[in-house]
């Protein structure tokens, strides 16, 4: 009998016998930090500053590992690191690829970002709550999210997320947010569930969660039960991006809190849904997504059209940036329709953008509602002559999200346009690219017409709505100092978004090489060690 | 056993769904468990329902003896079931919260966040 502590099984085809390399820790070290971190200023919390300087310290770590990430995705390939020593299947695997390295180090600095204008926003500033550590927590969800390589992996961060937004969404616990965060509560934890329900039906057909395993299973999979779990990941993940017809939670809720959580909220959470949609439909169930696709058109052009019409009747500010990023949701979700290379890059970009623009327009409004007092767009007005800049930050933004030429936000609309359009006038002439063209064109036309009317009632009526004076409102207030770095926080992202516009070159090279890995997925697989099994 | 247990997984999650559509909160509260316990039940039949023993390797060898059942869907419901409950936890404290602050149980009083007699759009421009 042998002794047990050698082993007679050969266990080199199932672990990992050499250490870990040191490069690879950079794929798990973003989440161990933002997790650690979170711990860590929840005990400091009571001194003073501590937890905003412990917070922007750990964040800026954070995103310099993702830059390093990025530079080794970018010059190797996708990327892979799997815990426990197990090989894959059995050991959970952290992947990234362009996208999912590109949109984590997009969000670390989006957070840095909100950080920085936390500081200016929040009324309690100064008082000794967990908002710090909550943001770190949301930061590891949405990190581990975009960097997981296992289905089940991701319903864990997902949750870690929405465990970390309820506590940011009820923060201060007025009765406005305590409403807010009930619909928005049930209905994000009624997704997760769904998730988790087509996980269960994932694990009995395919008997994997590893993604890159699913993909090769697939296949042979019944087909009929593989085109179920799809339709039921396109519902959760559906519900979680605030698609057309499940996305009533998202303006129910996203105004009620502070708006540096609202900004949160809007650059980081519906992208997930977003980026989660394409990765599970597109780069895991191609074979199911093709059978849904009308499905998918129709929800993609609802959203395209509903969401900026819903921005043009709504007269609460922050509500109205909701539908926008409704908007923004329909546009990423195209390359879900259209899964051509072209498709999804546009797709990809336009997450990047919305991530930034989202937020910063989220920033900006913040402050509009900090100098006015007021959330109702019929009782501001006459900002334009009182604080020019912010009028001109706002109208930037809004071009921006609309996609107007010189901002970032023109080039994923072109990608998208393009992709459309071979798809629908150029191609085969399927309907689905020739209704997904015109209703890209249609919602940027709404978008701009929705934003430019919220522009002239704040900013350029001379006061509230029914005043007949000439004279300039002067209810407007001085903005502080505090407010002057808030100002700051948004001119950069503003900045940030203008540059890229202009020089989109090296993002555009990455994401359409990511792309290129999501339609052949040869060098995703190879990465994950799965490909010399033969399976 | 597995239709009995497929059977119990439709009626779990039909029931969820029924109290989940009411306009209590604490009716869909219960309706959220009842649904959560249903995708419990049928992520552990996926894991295949047999009368095997548990993976443990015996003293001295490295492989288990016979046939085993297979543990990780057992992992993946344990993991599950402790994050629905925390999930339902919260939820349960904030429909408390909102019953004190808002003097609501019922979703359709619930409208601060969406007030009902909101102004028509501004017309102008």
Redesign the interface.
């Given at each position: 009998?042998?002794?047990?502590s050698t082993?007679?099984?050969d266990t080199t085809g199932a672990m990992i016998e050499m250490a870990t390399p040191l490069a690879d820790w950079v794929l798990v070290l973003p989440v161990a930090l933002a997790l650690m971190g979170a711990a860590a200023l929840l005990a400091l919390r009571q001194i003073n500053k501590a937890p905003l300087i412990g917070a922007l310290i750990i964040v800026g770590v954070i995103i310099a590992c993702e830059v390093q990430l990025l530079l080794d995705v970018v010059a190797n390939g996708p990327a892979s690191m799997t815990m426990g020593k197990w090989f894959p299947p059995f050991g959970i695997a952290l992947t990234a690829d362009l996208f999912g390295a590109t949109f984590a180090l997009v969000a670390s600095i989006v957070t840095f970002v909100v950080l920085i204008y936390a500081e200016a926003d929040r009324a309690e500033a100064d008082s000794k709550d967990a908002f710090h550590s909550q943001v770190l927590l949301l930061l590891a969800g949405v990190t581990g999210a975009f960097l997981t390589g296992d289905l089940?992996n991701l319903?864990?961060w997902f949750?870690v997320m929405?465990?970390a937004s309820?506590g940011l969404l009820?923060q201060g616990?007025r009765?406005?947010q305590?409403?807010?965060?009930?619909?928005y509560?049930?209905l994000n934890?009624?997704a997760t569930?769904l998730f988790?329900?087509s996980?269960?039906?994932t694990?009995?057909s395919v008997g994997t969660?590893n993604m890159a395993d699913i993909l090769l299973l697939a296949p042979s999979a019944n087909p009929a039960a593989m085109a179920g779990i799809a339709a039921l990941l396109l519902l959760a993940f559906g519900m979680k991006a605030a698609a057309f017809p499940v996305n009533a939670w998202l303006?129910?809720?996203y105004?009620?809190p502070a708006p540096a959580v609202s900004a949160l909220f809007a650059g980081l959470l519906t992208k997930i849904g977003v980026y989660a949609l394409i990765r599970s439909l597109v780069a895991v169930l191609p074979g199911s997504r093709e059978l849904l696709e009308p499905v998918i058109a129709a929800l993609v052009i609802g959203t395209l059209l509903v969401a900026p019409l819903g921005a043009?009747?709504?007269?609460n500010l922050r509500r109205a940036i909701g539908f926008f990023v409704i908007g923004g949701i329909g546009a990423a979700m195209v390359g879900l329709a259209i899964p051509s290379e072209t498709g999804l890059a546009g797709s990809g970009l336009y997450i990047v953008h919305a991530i930034l623009t989202m937020t910063a327009l989220y920033m900006v409004v913040g402050v509009i509602e900090k100098v006015t007092g007021q959330t109702n767009?019929?009782k501001m007005g006459g900002l334009y002559a009182k604080h020019a800049p912010l009028s001109v930050l706002f109208l930037v933004l809004v071009l921006a999200a609309a996609g107007v030429p010189p901002f970032l936000g023109f080039w994923p609309k072109l990608l998208l346009l393009e992709a459309s359009f071979a798809d629908g006038v150029a191609g085969e002439g399927s309907w689905v690219g020739n209704w997904l063209l015109w209703s890209l064109l249609i919602n940027a036309v709404l978008t701009l017409i929705a934003g430019t009317?919220l522009w002239?009632?704040v900013f350029w009526?001379n006061g509230p709505?029914g005043e007949t004076s000439e004279h300039v409102s002067s209810t407007v207030l001085p903005l502080g100092k505090r407010g002057q770095i808030g100002l700051g926080a948004v001119g950069g992202l503003t900045v940030a978004i203008i540059l890229l516009g202009l020089w989109p070159g090296p993002l555009m090279a990455n994401i359409k090489q990511g792309a290129a890995d999501i339609v052949d997925p040869s060098r995703y697989i190879a990465a994950t060690n799965l490909a010399e099994d033969g399976k | 056993m597995d239709y009995i247990l497929a059977g119990l997984v439709g009626l779990f999650?039909a029931l969820g769904v029924y109290l989940?559509l009411s306009r209590s909160?604490i009716r869909?509260l219960i309706g959220?468990t009842i649904?959560?316990n249903g995708?419990n039940l049928?992520?552990f039949?996926?894991?295949r329902v047999t009368r095997e023993v548990a993976p443990i390797v015996p003293?001295?060898?490295?492989?288990p003896e016979g046939v085993i059942a297979n543990p990780?869907?057992q992992a993946?419901i344990l993991?599950?079931i402790v994050?629905?409950f925390?999930?339902f936890a919260?939820?349960l404290v904030?429909?408390f919260?909102?019953y004190q602050?808002?003097d609501a149980d019922n979703?359709d009083t619930?409208?601060?966040?969406?007030p009902k007699d909101?102004?028509q759009?501004?017309l102008?421009?």
């Open positions: 009998m042998a002794s047990p082993s007679p099984v089940f319903y864990v949750e929405l465990i309820f009820v616990s009765p406005l305590l409403d807010g965060a009930i619909k509560g049930f934890f009624l569930t988790l329900l996980l269960g039906l694990y009995g969660l303006p129910a809720s105004h009620t043009i009747a709504e007269t767009t019929r009317r002239a009632h009526r709505e | 999650i989940l909160v869909m959220m649904f959560g995708v049928l992520i039949t996926s894991g003293w001295g060898q490295s492989v990780l869907p993946l993991t599950a994050i629905g925390s999930m919260f939820l904030l429909a919260r909102a602050s808002l979703t619930m409208r601060l966040a969406e909101a102004p759009p501004p102008s421009y």
